[in-house]
């Protein structure tokens, strides 16, 4: 009879134990979610900032200057090939260009990967993406940045200025919202 309760009082020890590490193993993963980006942060700046200026040259060989896009409001996106939050926030960030473009809008994005250019490109048409891509390079990054997790997305005013910063995943719904906030 002693081994017995011995025994169960030993199962309900571990049991407890199981538990106390399950809740840290959760905490962990939720912690982790929150500082990864896979939760996406909405900050609208109180100051807005003026964004950077930049020369990219796009994938499909065209240069553009920010100098040369003043008065026409942005939407810049720092994404990778490889970021399943970016792919999909890419149909969101195609159809607002597609739908505001007439309207002045340009939508950007700046890809991190370490990938050659010509995959990223093809990476781009696959999913069938209308908006200008080029490569993100370690000054542009320093000037938006730093950029910590992706996708990142700024929104930038007519007058220049970044008056909303989104890390991670944006739906087409909010997305939309924020467009607005830029006309």
């Known amino acids: 009879m002693r081994d017995s309760i011995r025994i169960e009082s030993l199962d ?3 049991d407890r134990e199981v538990h106390r590490v399950h809740r840290l193993l959760l905490f962990t993963v939720a912690a982790t979610c929150l ?32 100098s040369d896009l003043k ?15 970016c792919r999909a926030s890419m149909r969101h960030l195609d159809a607002v260009h597609l739908e505001y473009e007439a309207r002045g809008l340009l939508v950007l994005g700046f890809s ?3 990938e050659p250019a010509l995959r990223v490109k ?11 891509l080029a ?25 220049g200025q970044i008056v909303r910063r989104v890390v991670g995943y ?9 467009v607005q906030e830029l006309f």
């Open 12 to 14: 309900w020890s571990f």
């Open 35 to 66: 500082l990864s980006g896979s939760i996406p942060v909405h900050a609208a700046t109180d100051t807005p900032a003026i964004a950077p200026s930049f020369t990219a040259r796009t994938l499909d060989g065209k240069t553009l200057k920010s």
């Open 71 to 85: 008065g026409r409001p942005m939407v810049i996106d720092f994404w990778a090939t490889w970021c399943g939050p």
């Open 112 to 114: 991190v990967d370490e």
């Open 122 to 132: 093809a990476f781009g048409q696959k999913l069938g993406v209308h908006f200008p």
């Open 135 to 159: 490569m993100a390079n370690e000054r542009l990054l320093d000037q938006y940045g730093p950029i910590r997790q992706i996708p990142t997305t700024f929104f930038v005013n007519r007058q």
């Open 170 to 178: 944006i739906d087409r719904e909010t997305l939309e919202s924020y």
